[in-house]
């Protein structure tokens, strides 16, 4: 059994920042990619940031520049900090993580952390 558990969503004023946290646990051996993904309302779930065991990354046009993501290995958790955020950030963001348990590779996703950026 895998959790995956994100944190640090909020309210935030446009130009403003915030910093995402998401931490798996459980049976896991190792976590290969590490994603955020967020929906707006009416909207498909998108990727956000992606970033791979050895430490490469990739981002959406949209958040380039503004958005940096980062992973500890060592805690299983994946991070990521926005700057200057904008009224279109606006989203529920969900970190999904790809965990190699012992039998087999999977992905999972958490629950989904609330963004809201006002004008």
């Known amino acids: 059994q895998v959790h995956v558990v994100e944190s640090g969503g909020g309210l935030v004023q446009t130009g403003g920042s915030l910093r995402l946290s998401c931490a798996a646990s459980g049976s896991i051996f190792s976590i290969n990619d590490m994603g955020w993904y967020r929906q707006a309302p009416g909207k498909q779930r998108e990727l956000v940031a992606v970033?791979?065991?050895?430490?490469?990354?990739n981002y959406a046009d949209s958040v380039k520049g503004r958005f940096t993501i980062s992973r500890d290995n060592a805690k299983n958790t994946v991070y990521l900090q926005m700057n200057g955020l904008k009224p279109e950030d606006t989203a529920v963001y969900y970190c999904?993580?790809?965990?190699?348990?012992?039998?087999?590779?999977?992905?999972?996703w958490g629950q989904g952390t609330q963004v809201t950026v006002s004008s």
């Open positions: 999904q993580v790809e965990a190699v348990l012992r039998d087999f590779v999977r992905r999972y």
């Open positions: 970033i791979t065991n050895g430490g490469s990354t």
